[in-house]
């Protein structure tokens, strides 16, 4: 983990015919929030709560499941020929793990602009900025992307650990080459980057205080225990518990087996 940041997905970038593209049907999420981040393209979200939204680049989508919610991603009808974005999830404490689900959208977020960085505050705190999305431990999460070449210093939290994802070209950080699509933690502590490039790239930097709670982190779901975990699949297999997502035109998604008892990390 980094911070409550407990899982990342870098999806594409991938060329998609008419007709291809995303389609994941709905399943469940409990004891976290996803935070998805589009790069290129557009993903269609569905809900149990009902909301149905379009999330296109510079847009947040931040879903706070809580107690039990379910979500379905596609590829909208009419898209762009590519799609590259981010998902990640971000682990509810103890306190607020229970709490009701909710979606919001954020079609405007904080961007702030200096020495050849065009910064994007996806959540949390920093740059002295503000996001308008909810969160429920101290976390940060940026984007960024390098207009112009050379060296510039980014500062951080100190007491937050850190990590970046390169997602377009090329960077070094302190003198680090970073490599697409490769996490680089970064650790706690650090007050600032030295960020150097020789042409335009982008990157995501997320960081936090550090967790501080063991997780069971198993399919979609986050719990402190295996018995929780088993009772959310159960349920969501029996058609128990958890709503149900409208207009979704193909399969809820099966839950994989649990065979063994899950180690908290
Ligand atoms: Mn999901």
Known sequence: MVGAWCFLDHFGPLAIGNGHGIRVGPHPHIGLQTVTWLIEGEVFHRDSLGYQQLIRPDQLNIMT???????????????????????????????????????????????????????????????????????????????????????????????????????????????????????????????????????????????????????????NLVARTTEEISQARDNWEAHRYFGEVEGYDGPRLVAPALRTSLKAR
């Open 65 to 219: 499941a809580g107690r039990g919610i379910v979500h379905s991603e596609e590829t909208s009808s009419e898209h762009s020929d590519r799609v590259h974005g981010l998902q990640l999830w971000v682990a509810l404490p103890d306190t607020d793990r229970h709490t009701e689900p909710a979606f919001a959208h954020h079609s405007t977020l904080p961007r702030i602009e200096r020495d050849g960085m065009d910064i994007t505050l996806l959540v949390g705190k920093g740059q002295g900025e503000q996001s308008p999305a909810r969160t429920f431990t101290p976390i940060v999460g940026y984007d960024i992307a390098l207009t112009d070449s050379g060296t510039r210093a980014f500062e951080l939290h100190p007491l937050y650990e850190h990590a970046v994802l390169l997602t377009d070209g090329m960077i070094t950080i302190d003198s680090e080459i970073m490599t697409p699509s490769t996490l680089y933690y970064l650790g706690i502590g650090r007050e600032v980057l030295n960020i150097s490039n020789e042409s335009p790239a982008r990157f995501a930097i997320i960081g936090g205080v550090p967790f501080g709670e063991q997780i069971i982190l198993w399919w």
